[in-house]
């Protein structure tokens, strides 16, 4: 799902603070040898640092 607060006008960085997630992900996936999905949150910032919209996305992790 996603909320747009505000139009975006200017550069977007896209942050998370899901990074214990992501490693999670990644140590998982190499101990199973396989591709871990996880859901993670993100914020996209503008240059004002303004949250301009919130946002779920699934990230695929594999380790080779």
């Given at each position: 799902s996603a909320e747009f607060i505000k139009r975006?006008?200017?550069d977007i960085?896209?942050?998370?603070?899901?990074?214990?997630?992501?490693k999670q992900?990644?140590?998982?996936s190499i101990t199973q040898e396989?591709?871990?999905?996880?859901k993670i949150s993100i914020?996209?910032?503008n240059?004002?640092?303004e949250i301009v919209a919130t946002f779920q996305?699934?990230?695929s992790i594999k380790v080779l």
């Amino acid at each position: 799902s996603a909320e747009f607060i505000k139009r975006a006008e200017s550069d977007i960085i896209f942050k998370t603070e899901d990074g214990a997630l992501i490693k999670q992900a990644v140590d998982e996936s190499i101990t199973q040898e396989k591709r871990i999905n996880q859901k993670i949150s993100i914020n996209a910032i503008n240059s004002q640092n303004e949250i301009v919209a919130t946002f779920q996305m699934t990230s695929s992790i594999k380790v080779l």
